[in-house]
């Protein structure tokens, strides 16, 4: 046989590629939902295996299979435990089960040569990961969805000098050490993974998330039946969709909200819809105040999106002070693929503050500026032009910038690299 003959006979293997990730379909929260939409998307170039846990989330109570290949990904789930994740110990006892479970798999599994995307959720995930990767050879780069431990620090969970951030300072060093590449998901997140790995010479690369435009796509608001169902179709309305959690700016959002209701003449409605720790405060705040601009909803499906997103003038996007390079939440893409303007509450220079700056897609507020919030929400609303113009602008940056095709291109080059 000529070599020509067997390089047409026996085609060259695709690279080995394994997604690692706590979540994966049939969880599609937005970690699960990404992860798998990378793993799937991937198999033109790579043979793409996926390592995860049970369903524990929005899936919760779902038994997926153990072992089975989906869209060209074959799975594993292996065991844990999966108790209440809203209990912070029995969070850290599902975690380091899990953690453990996917380590003595990943050890019979992962061979030399392979790839290894590996996701900073649960947050022991890493370091299991990486020590079967160099123990089996495969080389592991890391996906930063969230900083640790500075996420920890901005949430008020622990202090900035405090033994346990040392701790998880020092063994972040060893974990980028040994890592072939850092990907983040924002400009001001790799401007603090570059600090943190000074002097280490890991190459980062920025792979924001993307818009669902598959799922979500401008509608006309008069048709909303979200809006029609709550009765504000001729009220100017805020959307705050997703998870409320201690890294979420939820405490300007109802001072400011207290401060409208106090103005019989104010337009403004507030919707919360999502789950999360801080979703008691919503429920206390409306117990106490009885505010008549304020609406809290139950969690909607993924599919649902493209109604409640489209239920609204402008969605919510905020962070707690000291998130800045911490994480960047994915709602954002998904308000600017249904065409809202993002009333954004970051810090300046974050990349939601980024996002909507360079594509005028929004106005911008700090956390905890209540009077700023209510100015941005005010120029917002008197202005229908610019509001518009922000909504024809906000579609455009999702398709042009923020595409499921272009993040996958970007994950190639840098895997393959």
Known sequence: MTDKQRDISQPELKPRLWVVSELYYPELTSTGYYLTQIAEGLTDTFDVKALCGQPNYSARGTRAPKHEIRKKVEIFRVGGTTLNKNVIAFRLVNMLTLSFSMFFVSLRKFRKGDRVLVVTNPPASPFVIAIASLIRGAAYTLLIHDNY?????????????????????????????HASRIIAVGRDMHQ?????????????????????????????????????????????????????????????????????????????????????VKRKLI?????????????LLEPRPRE?????????????????????????????????????????????????????????????????????????????????????????????AAVEKYSLETALSAYRRTLLG
Request: net charge negative.
């Open 192 to 276: 603090l993974l570059s600090r943190k790995t000074q002097g280490l010479d890991i190459p980062i690369s920025v792979i924001p998330n993307w818009a669902e435009l598959e799922n979500v796509e401008p509608r006309p608001r008069s048709e909303n039946p979200l809006l029609k169902e709550l009765g504000i179709s001729d009220r100017f309305v805020i959307l705050y969709a997703g998870n409320m959690g201690y890294p979420n700016d939820i405490e300007t959002i109802l001072a400011a909200a207290k401060t409208l209701d106090s103005d019989t003449r104010s337009r403004f409605h507030f919707v919360f819809l999502g789950a999360g």
């Open 304 to 396: 649902d999106q493209a109604v409640f997103l489209n239920a609204c003038d402008a969605g919510i996007v905020s962070l707690v002070s000291k998130m800045k390079g911490v994480s960047m939440p994915s709602r954002t893409y998904n308000i600017l693929a249904a065409g809202k303007p993002i009333v954004a509450i970051t810090e300046e220079g974050s990349e939601v503050d980024l996002v909507t700056k360079d594509d005028n897609v929004g106005v911008n507020s700090t956390p905890g500026d209540v009077g700023g919030l209510l100015e941005a929400l005010e120029n917002l609303a008197n202005d229908p032009k610019a509001l518009a113009a922000m909504s024809g602008r906000a579609r455009h």
């Open 283 to 295: 429920e206390n705040f409306i117990a106490d105040e009885k505010p008549a601009n304020v609406t």
């Open 149 to 177: 431990p500075e996420i920890l620090i901005a949430a008020g969970k622990a202090g900035d000098k405090s033994l346990v951030v040392k701790f998880l300072g020092f063994w972040n060093r060893w974990l980028y050490k």
